[in-house]
């Protein structure tokens, strides 16, 4: 809290660059501790604090005042903000500068797009002036895009001076750095020389070493130094200098080169950001892996670096390996389980003449001791996986290691507020954190990563087990964890209690970053006996699971505990028995989903909770909805809504009434269904609630539709588009666009139904919605059916049927077999029968009748009218026999098959 005497102080500042300089020195930041802070850049940093970048308001509040340490300080942080506000950036003088207002003033160069000279030819068989590069026995893999990049930076057009490679151990830092300095190498007319410093301690040994490499004799009239100005002065030359990164006290000998010889460029290798002017860092990452969710066929995994890295020196150690569609999915899990880290891929790969792929994989947990034995003429830091991480791990200060190590404790990744609450233990205080933090970053052991406006760090797999193995010989391993799950636990309870709808789509995202570190913490608290605590954990992540199609796994957890905690509060169990029935809801399971809410609406009755019985009666009232017994959704429902009315809850009061409109409109009677949605976009628009209100103009524009009202239902699947593109929520724009596709398809306007659709379809893969992707592809397939493009709908369906598997949707799956049904009956009337015929079988494994009995039973009459009475009962029959694949591909071949007739 700011005393009356820094108040003062602080009226004085009559810039916002001017006070932003004063809050960072108090914090005791470098500009580049607050860059990475706030995810912003140094150079940006610097132009704020001169008054010549317009600060943002909302990265001031989400990114300054925390890393500021404001929070305390409503004042200052008022005095801030205004003086943003009131903020002009000012024309430097003498200057061609010009402000966009915040857009486009990085002085950053710009990335090339090629670079001929950079991949033409192999570093063994480069010629030119690079003679005293060193050769390598295997071939460099990869690193295309880096090689252009590097190349273009140094040369003649871009004139970077000193080029520093800093990244994590084992990336290949001196492999990618030799390429480079072959490839440039002819174009400096003192050629390209490369200088081990890899067994050099002492700094004042630096000079000596390039000197000696240079092949300079020794002279007693000159110092070092001055020899190697002599000799480079007034030489167009490159310098390669390997492994700088313990000797960062030479770094003033770089300086002292570059200006004296202004020919030379220096190429440095190093885990250690150089903290000297005109330095510039490029960051060498790890390979590029596959996403084993959307695995591409076997040869086109060989397009992905790592992979080809790994098969390459897997044929090498073992003649008789390839890579095949058996071993495909393997090699690319142990690939990405080293997080595509070139030096723990080469060592992997020269194991394979003892242990199968497989056997492998199945040591990514504890890869430390199993990557080891390199060849005997590597470099012994590079022999083993272990010494390479220990080369590093020596290079830094007490108080980085302990940091270090206990960053262990995060599962793929945290925030800078995660690791100040969980890491500041004795010896360490939360301030240390973010200094400590912006150290590991410099050595490079820590990884920076955005998304959207925020900032994540993360360890390497093989780092983060290095530091697990410190944590448990320090004695702090159960102490972190326990740490770690009581931050988690609090993380998702603030998610569950977020009221704006809007919110939970925000909140989505964020857990959907920490997913591993969630599931890290119920793992703990479930080993440690600390059911409660996993159960209370569980029941506030359910809504998450469901909203990410996570269930599965959900599920068996919330089941495990719920058997070995019987003795828990009333109060807990019902909430977890009601997220328990939600879940199995989702997954279509609706007996035990039924049997959980029963328990748990018995238990809030016990408790006199009318809030929590209202939920639990929705909850019963969609499960009796989706088994298709309606007489008991609409009591269930009722009862919910006269509960959230005696209580005055507004919300939950709208969002049955939109559930009883959903039940109205399925048993057609859309008057009915109507009244309730407009009694509830009613409430929405008193409560404000923008995403509300455009999901009930969604749904009476989809009654409007049925209603044939086109004109009525175009104008609010509009607004619907219109506020959803207000909000930013793209999703909803999606479902919107899908709502207007189909109404354009029902209209005969195919051409028009397929752009909404794919519109809908490209936004749902790019958010990564699997639930959502498959029913945009369902709409789209339709649409395409009837446009007669049927190879396409096969593809579409096809994708459709493999997200509807992996998400476990049968009861979905059903559903849209019977709608492809429907469109194709005039068409294939037999092979739409086979497709009622499928889903019929997927229902009964499901045990799930369909929803609308009475639309199922017009769809079956339509489809029996066009083949006699034998025919579509062997057809159905058939089509019982049948997987869902099967039955789309013989439904869709047999038009396409009829108009080839036709031709």
């Not at 019902?574 to 609706?590: C, K, T």
């Not at 068409?827 to 199922?856: D, E, I, K, W, Y």
């Amino acid at each position: 809290m700011a005393t009356g005497a820094e108040r003062v102080y602080f009226d004085r500042f009559d810039t916002f660059g001017a006070l932003l300089r004063y809050l960072r020195r108090r914090r005791r930041l470098t500009q580049r501790a607050l860059a990475l802070a706030v995810g912003y850049s140094e150079a940006q940093i610097c132009r704020l604090e001169r008054n010549r970048r317009r600060p943002e308001l909302s990265a001031l509040v989400a990114q300054f005042v925390p890393a500021l340490g404001l929070q305390g300080e409503p004042e200052l942080t008022r005095c801030l903000l205004g003086l943003a506000t009131a903020a002009r950036p000012e024309r430097p003088p003498n200057s061609d500068y010009t402000d966009g207002w915040g857009q486009g003033h990085d002085t950053a160069a710009p990335v090339a797009t090629g670079h001929e000279r950079a991949t033409s030819q192999h570093p063994d068989h480069a010629t030119g002036r690079g003679a005293g590069l060193p050769s390598f026995l295997t071939s460099f893999v990869g690193r295309r895009r880096e090689l252009e990049e590097l190349c273009h930076l140094l040369s003649e057009e871009q004139g970077a001076r000193l080029l520093v490679l800093t990244g994590p151990p084992g990336t290949g830092k001196t492999r990618l750095a030799v390429h480079v300095a072959v490839q440039l190498a002819g174009q400096f007319a003192g050629g390209a020389t490369f200088v081990s410093l890899a067994a050099v301690r002492d700094p004042d040994l630096v000079a000596p070493t390039i000197k000696a490499t240079l092949h300079r004799p020794e002279s007693s009239r000159r110092s070092t130094v001055e020899e190697l100005i002599g000799v480079l002065s007034n030489r167009e030359a490159l310098l390669v200098l390997d492994n700088f990164e313990q000797l960062a006290a030479a770094a003033p000998l770089l300086a002292t080169l570059l200006t004296t010889c202004p020919r030379l460029r220096v190429l440095v290798t190093s885990r250690t950001v150089l903290h000297l002017h005109g330095a510039q860092h490029y960051l060498v990452l790890p390979l590029a892996v596959p996403d084993l969710a959307r695995l591409p066929p076997a040869e086109q995994l060989l397009e992905y670096d790592a992979v080809r890295l790994f098969v390459e020196r897997a044929t090498a150690a073992l003649p008789t390996f390839s890579l095949t569609d058996q071993n495909a999915r393997m090699v690319a899990a142990l690939c990405r389980g080293l997080d595509g880290l070139p030096l723990a891929i080469e060592l992997a790969a020269a194991r394979v003449n003892a242990l199968s792929v497989e056997q492998l994989a199945s040591y990514l947990d504890r890869a430390l001791p199993v990557l080891t034995a390199g060849s005997a003429d590597t470099d012994p830091r590079q022999r083993t996986l272990k010494a390479a991480l220990a080369w590093s791990y020596d290079l830094l200060e007490e108080g980085e290691r302990k940091l270090f190590d206990r960053l262990s404790v995060f599962a793929n990744g945290w925030t800078l507020e995660a690791a100040e609450a969980i890491c500041s233990m004795a010896p360490l205080t939360r301030g240390d954190i973010l200094p400590l933090l912006v150290q590991l970053v410099d050595h490079s052991v820590v990884l920076i990563e955005r998304h959207g406006g925020g900032v994540r760090y993360r360890l390497l797999e093989v780092l983060r087990q290095y530091g697990a193995e410190h944590t448990v010989r320090a004695g702090e391993a159960e102490e972190l964890r326990k740490r770690h799950a009581l931050w988690f636990r609090k993380l998702a309870e603030e998610a569950r209690t977020a009221t704006p709808r809007l919110q939970r789509t925000v909140w989505s995202a964020r857990l959907e970053l920490e997913y591993d570190n969630l599931w890290a913490a119920l793992h703990c608290l479930e080993a440690t006996g600390a059911f409660e605590q996993g159960l209370d954990l569980a029941s506030d992540l359910h809504w998450f699971w469901e909203l990410r199609g996570r269930v599965r796994e959900a599920r068996t957890y919330l089941a495990r505990l719920l058997a070995v905690s019987q003795g828990t509060s009333r109060e807990l169990r019902a909430r977890v028995l009601h997220a328990a029935a939600s879940l199995a809801r989702y997954a279509g399971d609706l007996a035990t989903a039924a049997t959980y809410a029963d328990e748990a609406i018995l238990l809030w009755r016990a408790l006199g909770d009318v809030r929590g019985l209202a939920i639990a009666l929705y909850t019963s009232g969609h499960i009796a909805h989706q088994r298709s017994d309606f007489s008991s959704a609409t009591v269930r429902y009722e009862e919910s809504l006269t509960c959230w009315r005696n209580v005055g809850d507004h919300a939950g009061t709208a969002r049955v009434l939109q559930r009883l409109g959903v039940l109205a409109q399925e048993q057609g009677n859309r008057e009915e269904a109507r009244q309730w949605y407009e009694q509830a976009l009613a409430l929405w628009q008193e409560l404000a609630d923008p995403l509300a209100i455009a999901t009930c103009y969604n749904s009476l524009g989809g009654i409007a539709q049925e209603q044939q009202q086109y004109e009525r239902a175009v104008f609010l699947y509009g607004e619907d588009l219109r506020l959803r593109r207000e909000l930013g929520d793209r999703l909803g724009m999606a479902c919107a666009l899908d709502g207007l596709g189909v109404l354009a398809r029902e209209q005969g306007d195919y051409g028009r139904a397929i752009a909404m659709g794919d519109e809908a379809v490209r936004i749902k893969r790019e958010l990564d919605e699997r639930e959502q992707l498959a029913y945009s592809l369902y709409t789209l397939c339709l649409a395409v059916c009837l446009r007669g493009d049927y190879e396409r709908a096969a593809s579409l369906a096809r994708e459709m049927i493999n997200i509807d598997r992996e998400l476990g949707s049968t009861v979905d799956m059903a559903r849209r077999l019977e709608g492809l049904a429907a469109v194709m009956a005039s068409s294939a009337p037999a092979p739409a029968a086979q497709l009622l015929g499928t889903a019929t079988a997927l229902r009964r494994v499901a045990g799930t009748p369909p929803r609308n009995p009475r639309h199922h039973e017009e769809l079956t009459t339509s489809i029996r009218s066009r083949l006699c009475p034998a025919a579509f009962a062997i057809a159905r029959s058939a089509g019982q026999m049948m997987t869902p694949e099967e039955a789309v591909a013989v439904t869709l071949a047999a038009p396409a098959r009829a108009m080839l007739l036709r031709s």
